[in-house]
């Protein structure tokens, strides 16, 4: 059986928003090659889920979403549940619709950042 390889390119970018929420979105390259580089079929779909722990060793593995056919995901650290300024883990796994499954991606660690709240405005000039 050819297995899938998934490498876990991260782009973590931060997005607030008006109601505090701080989202991010991580993403990696699309798998398009079995793991001895023959193609995937055309008629195969891939999909991906990501995940993070609070561990190396990524147990317990969180889910941050359903798995997706895109190649990010975005999601609130806080409502996660990551701890801000903690580092977390992330691997991510690809799959396709015949039910093939890559192993785990590299880990790849990331501090949660503090929670950014708003300050009070600043004066930029007075007339």
Do not use: H
């Not at 390119?9 to 701080?22: F, M, N, V």
């Not at 992330?90 to 590299?106: I, Q, R, Y």
């Not at 990331?110 to 004066?123: D, E």
């Amino acid at each position: 059986m050819k297995k899938l390889c998934i490498v876990l390119a991260l782009l973590l970018i931060a997005l607030p928003s008006a109601i505090r929420a701080e989202t991010r979105t991580i993403s990696w390259d699309p798998v398009t090659t079995y793991t001895d580089s023959t193609p995937i079929e055309p008629e195969k779909t891939v999909s991906y889920t990501a995940y993070w722990s609070v561990s190396p060793s990524l147990l317990p593995l969180v889910a941050i979403a359903i798995p997706t056919t895109a190649t990010f995901m975005t999601f609130d650290p806080t409502t996660q549940g990551m701890i801000r300024g903690n580092t977390v883990y992330f691997t991510a796994k690809a799959m396709l619709n015949t039910g093939e499954e890559s192993d785990l991606s590299p880990v790849y660690p990331w501090v949660v950042p503090p929670s950014r709240q708003p300050g009070p405005p600043i004066i930029e000039s007075i007339t």
